[in-house]
Every structure is written in structure tokens, then in C-alpha cells.
């Protein structure tokens, strides 16, 4: 069956960096796009970045230009890199994948932003 697995997650200071992995699996990795997406307390989950299987991304506006996707394909897994991180990107990080019009997500990893 499909499973997400997201990692990498954790408290930083304004500015600071984090790389988050998403471990992929019962997919053709290399075919799929996969997406990352957040949830706020008390919002609703919203896109964050998409990387198609050759390798296209687009990205919320509200990241561009501070987060970055990549894949690795012979390892299964999508990364999600984060940049110059501000307190409003604190956050439970997910990963995505659509298959046949149903979507699959991982368990999430908690982005804090916080001095």
C-alpha cells in the first residue's frame, strides 16, 4: 500500500533553515508528482510546492524564492527545503501524492518558527 513518511521537522529561529524529507513507498516513485502542503492551528491545510515526475515545481506564493522541492528518485523520496523561515510558517508539514484521484498523505512533521 502507499505510505508517506515525512521527517526532518523541528523549532528554528526566524531566518534559520530546515530540510524536510518525505520517504516514499508502493508508488512508481519516479512517475508520480509529489506535493508538499502545511496546516496552521486553526486553518485550513494549504499547498506549499509540487514536483512533477520530470521534475517541474511550482510553489505557493507566499514561499517562493525561500523553499525549494527536489526528488530523488533512486531513493523515493521529495525534500522540501526551507529557507529564511519567518513565525508564520509554523506549521505541520505534509506529504502528498495523488493516485487515481484519491490523495494519500504522511503522518506530518511540526515546522516551529520561534525565538
Known amino acids: 500500500q502507499v505510505q508517506l513518511v515525512e521527517s526532518g521537522g523541528g523549532l528554528v529561529q526566524p531566518g534559520g533553515s530546515l530540510r524536510l524529507s518525505c520517504a516514499a513507498s508502493?508508488?512508481?516513485?519516479?512517475?508520480?508528482?509529489l506535493g508538499w502542503y502545511r496546516q496552521a492551528p486553526g486553518k485550513q491545510r494549504e499547498f506549499v510546492a509540487r514536483?512533477?515526475?520530470?521534475?517541474?515545481?511550482n510553489y505557493a506564493d507566499s514561499v517562493k524564492g525561500r523553499f525549494t522541492i527536489s526528488r530523488n528518485n533512486a531513493q523515493n523520496t521529495v525534500y522540501l527545503q526551507l529557507n529564511s523561515l519567518k513565525p508564520e510558517d509554523t506549521a505541520v508539514y505534509y506529504c502528498?501524492?495523488?493516485?487515481?484521484?484519491?490523495?494519500?498523505w504522511g503522518q506530518g512533521t511540526q515546522v516551529t518558527v520561534s525565538s
Open positions: 502528498n501524492v495523488r493516485l487515481q484521484m484519491m490523495d494519500y
Open positions: 508502493g508508488i512508481i516513485f519516479r512517475l508520480n508528482a
Open positions: 514536483i512533477t515526475g520530470g521534475e517541474t515545481t
